[in-house]
């Protein structure tokens, strides 16, 4: 859940991997051994056509399953531990083993467990949320709730960083692009990555598209580095240093 300004981040967050454990029932009994390699095949890159009960157009998509590890199996019920794309349906998954392994399969249940760097020990619950929401209102103490928000910056995890000159921050924050002259550090980063960019305090001012490789950075002496997607950072917070055109 992000507050205010960090919903600009959402959407990064879920385009980023997943991992899930996953009760499947298998139609039939089965042997381990064959279940395993029947397993091990959909790992690496796959190919899913959306099921019918989904809410997004039924075309093939190409996805990649990172990791699936058998945790547990009783009978005909078998527990996994699935890392993948974003938008790799699960059920569509077991439908598919079950399919291979000749009798058929089917998803019983299913529990996200990390969302690209968030997992569950990040998890608060509504309760933990309406108490730290109490206090802070009523008895003026925030401490709850800051145990429970988590800054912003803390959504570019895995990202290369850019940090740049105070100098270019308001500039950033008014949607012009970052060039070679303002940036004072950065991660190694390629054409088309997004990226973060940050003052030299740590301050989330923008996500942006790498618009060359980090290597070429060296020899720039101008031009355009990023061009920003979000700009998180509020105007006239840094002192401004360009002047406006028309």
């Not at 429970?148 to 100098?167: R, S, V």
């Not at 001012?205 to 580095?225: F, N, R, T, Y």
Request: aromatic residues 6%.
């Amino acid at each position: 859940m992000g507050l205010e300004n960090a919903t600009k981040l959402m959407s990064y967050i879920s385009s980023s991997g997943k991992e899930y454990v996953c009760l499947m029932q298998v139609h039939c009994d089965f042997n381990i051994d064959e279940l395993k390699q029947i397993i091990s095949k959909f790992i690496g890159i796959i190919y899913q056509k959306p099921p019918v009960r989904s809410s997004v157009k039924r075309r093939t998509r190409k996805k990649k399953i990172y990791d699936i590890e058998i945790l547990d199996t009783d009978k005909r019920f078998i527990l996994l531990r699935i890392s993948s794309d974003p938008g790799t349906y699960m059920r569509k998954l077991c439908h598919d083993i079950g399919v291979i392994l000749g009798c058929g399969a089917h998803m019983r249940e299913l529990r996200r467990i990390r969302s690209g760097i968030f997992t569950e020990k990040n998890l608060v619950t509504l309760q933990e949320i309406s108490e730290a929401l109490y206090m802070w209102k009523n008895c003026k103490d925030e401490s709850d709730l800051r145990k429970i928000l988590l800054p912003m910056e803390y959504a570019t995890c895995g990202m290369p960083k850019i940090l740049i000159d105070d100098n270019a921050v308001d500039a950033i924050s008014y949607g012009a692009m970052l060039t070679a002259p303002g940036i004072v550090a950065y991660q190694r980063f390629r054409v088309k990555d997004t990226v973060a960019i940050l003052t030299l305090k740590g301050e989330l001012v923008a996500i942006g598209e790498a618009d060359v490789d980090s290597q070429k950075l060296v020899d720039m002496k101008k031009g355009i580095v990023v061009k920003p997607k979000r700009v998180l950072m509020p105007r006239d917070i840094y002192p401004r240093s360009w002047k406006k055109h028309g």
